[in-house]
């Protein structure tokens, strides 16, 4: 029975890191994936929708309804600052990553100026569970549902809407879907408003667990970053299967040795994978396919 | 150039196609800057001459950086994580075998050592899988974060090397100040005029030797590799190992600003490795233009005087500020506001511009 107590903890403990990855990654991997941006103000977005969560939850609305309130709020953010500062820079993506940091030090400023240094947050809900020696966390398995939620919806959204197929055609030959009488600004702007709406989901969806602070975006961003790297591109062939190894190793790595060891060993590994896979395991698999 | 030993030629180069700035028109207004910051320690008192010398200790890196960013089209935003490492190996080093016999020397010249191997290892993993453009800029970008966790969580009795102690977020400090040995008695150079000198010495050295760098064979292939990797490739250079150099060489300048720093306050946290402290660097460096030495020397300074004026006025209001001309000098500016000011001028003295597109 022991054997099995342990191997339950530790799928718990992968799940766990699968659903933060995934949460904390799949918006970064979108705007990565569609627009070849990568995101430097993500850490911000998930603050935001951190923040607007815990706010509305406070203010007496259900928590699944904040969680969409903090969601939402980060996703019209997002469209706003596609349309004042990534539009102009579309040709220059390096640029892009060096100005959303800018964002990402006024916005973390700003909030620490505005909010203060910490913001009241909300309890965890529903309490835990024992198997065996250990509990668990009831809001943690959530957590899991939820990641899995999402990459589901998110599926279904780019391969069975019009929206979806409209995105991939923008992406794929961005000038031929505008002759063809695509809004590809249009299409720019939702793509990026629903990555920063899913930063924002997985700050809300996260809040109850941690402290507020201004800077707690950057709990997120090395996770979310490793992920995208590892991943690559496609974030169902890539984004997906990247957090599933790497939380992994981080389960493993934190059982074994404590937090930071999970997060140094994922660094690691992220290395030692492009040095490999220089095009993540996303560009390997659909390399394996053609 | 009709020099004909090699001094000659290797001292042509400081001038030539990757630098802006050539003839006696640069050359005066250069010797005259140089000149007013020698005079200076003449007319301030030695404590403000002390402090002043902090703005010199960021130029290293921003030199770097401006190699790797703006000549090499490597975007490296963790070169604070070099910074981080050298300044705490010189605290580690100086801390354990004090500072007689020139034995800070040597800790400086291990600190240096040590970022740059950091940046060796790391780099042959980056430029040997070839990853590129925005990938470099986040994992770089993560190193340093994760190392600022790793010091931050130090603080423990455990966490000690020899008689030097982490101390975890607190930093760490007691370390002694460079020092100089000198016949009779040894130079130590706390922040004051000696110090000042000394730093202002080895910021000229250092960019008079990165301008010859760039204007060397080596400087014309890492502009070819910036322009278009594949046709410098198709052309026979290993892009790889140009770019490992330049990584190499930039994060070595970032561990000598950490040790200078380290030693200069005597004190350095792991908040030195943070997101913050990475995002400055890129701040000076852009907002100067990063293809430029010269431009972006003075547009460090300029930033670092404008940054240290506002956190005395407003301290909290400096970081959105310094946010806000990022995003702007990348919207209005992509090039640099001071680099485009200089080609102006040059272009003025000279009536004709000096390079064209980049």
Redesign the interface.
């Given at each position: 029975m022991t054997v099995l107590f342990s191997i339950f903890s530790f799928l718990y403990q992968t799940g766990d890191a699968f659903a933060f990855l995934v949460l904390s990654a799949c918006g970064l991997a979108i705007i990565f994936g569609m627009m070849g941006v990568i995101n430097l103000a993500h850490g911000e977005f998930i603050m935001c929708g951190a923040y607007v969560c815990a706010a509305a939850a406070r203010a007496g609305l259900p928590l699944p309804i904040a969680i969409l309130a903090g969601a939402l709020a980060a996703g019209f953010a997002g469209m706003v600052i596609e349309r004042i500062i990534i539009r102009p820079l579309y040709d220059r993506p390096l640029d892009t990553i060096v100005a959303t940091w800018g964002v990402s030090m006024v916005v973390t400023q700003g909030t620490l100026i505005l909010l203060g240094s910490t913001m009241p947050g909300t309890g965890t809900p529903f309490g835990s569970f024992t198997v065996g020696p250990y509990s668990y966390s009831v809001y943690r398995v959530v957590l899991m549902v939820a990641a899995l939620g999402t990459l589901g919806l998110l599926w279904v959204g780019f391969t069975k809407t019009r929206f979806g197929v409209l995105a991939r055609a923008t992406i794929q030959v961005p000038h031929i879907a505008q002759a063809l009488g695509v809004n590809t600004g249009l299409v720019y702007s939702l793509t990026f408003g629903l990555g920063a709406a899913l930063a924002g989901l997985a700050g809300g969806l996260y809040a109850p667990t941690m402290t507020l602070v201004p800077t707690m975006g950057s709990a997120f961003v090395v996770e979310a970053f490793v992920t995208v790297v590892v991943g690559g591109a496609d974030i169902f062939l890539g984004t997906a299967p990247a957090a599933l190894v790497l939380g992994a190793v981080k389960a493993s790595l934190t059982s074994w040795q404590g937090q930071l060891a999970g997060q140094i060993g994922l660094l690691v590994a992220v290395i030692i994978v492009i040095r490999i896979l220089p095009r993540g395991i996303s560009g390997w698999i659909l390399r394996e396919r053609t | 150039m009709q020099g004909t030993n090699s001094l000659m030629k290797t001292l042509g180069l400081l001038q030539g196609p990757q630098t802006l700035g050539k003839g006696k028109p640069f050359w005066s207004a250069f010797t005259l800057v140089v000149a007013l910051a020698c005079a200076y320690p003449l007319f301030a008192d030695g404590y403000d001459v002390g402090n002043n010398v902090y703005f010199f200790n960021w130029a290293f890196m921003a030199l770097g950086l401006s190699l790797i960013w703006g000549y090499g089209g490597t975007?490296s935003?963790g070169q604070t994580a070099f910074f981080g490492v050298a300044g705490y190996t010189y605290g580690v080093i100086s801390i354990n075998f004090g500072d007689a016999y020139g034995l800070t020397i040597f800790a400086l010249v291990a600190s240096v050592a040590a970022a740059a191997l950091l940046a060796a290892a790391?780099g042959y993993?980056?430029f040997?899988?070839?990853?590129s453009?925005?990938?470099l800029?986040?994992?770089t970008?993560?190193?340093t974060?994760?190392l600022e966790?790793?010091m931050a969580?130090t603080a423990g009795p455990e966490w000690r090397v020899g008689a030097a102690r982490l101390n975890g977020y607190n930093g760490m400090g007691g370390m002694p100040s460079l020092t100089i040995p000198w016949f009779g008695s040894d130079i130590v150079l706390f922040p004051d005029v000696q110090l000042y000198y000394f730093t202002l010495a080895l910021l000229i050295a250092c960019y008079l030797g990165l301008r010859i760098l760039v204007n060397s064979r080596f400087g014309n292939v890492l502009v070819a590799i910036r322009e278009n990797p594949q046709r410098a490739e198709m052309l026979g250079y290993d892009i790889r190992v140009y770019q490992l150099v330049t990584f190499i060489i930039g994060s070595a300048l970032a561990g000598l600003s950490g040790v200078l720093y380290t030693s200069w306050g005597n004190y350095i946290t792991p908040a030195s490795m943070?997101?913050?402290a990475a995002?400055l660097p890129?701040?000076w460096v852009?907002v100067g233009g990063r293809s430029d030495l010269t431009t972006t020397l003075i547009g460090a300074m300029l930033v670092l005087a404008g940054f240290q004026a506002l956190t005395i006025h407003g301290s909290?209001?400096a970081?959105?500020v310094?946010?806000?001309?990022?995003?702007l000098t990348?919207?209005i500016a992509?090039r640099g506001l001071v680099f485009g000011l200089g080609t102006l001028v040059a272009g003025l003295v000279n009536r004709k511009p000096k390079r064209q597109g980049e």
């Open positions: - | 975007l935003f790391l993993f980056l040997f899988g070839r990853i453009g925005v990938f800029g986040i994992v970008l993560s190193v974060l994760v966790r790793f969580q943070g997101m913050t995002a890129i701040v852009a909290q209001y970081l959105v310094m946010g806000a001309l990022l995003v990348v919207l992509p």
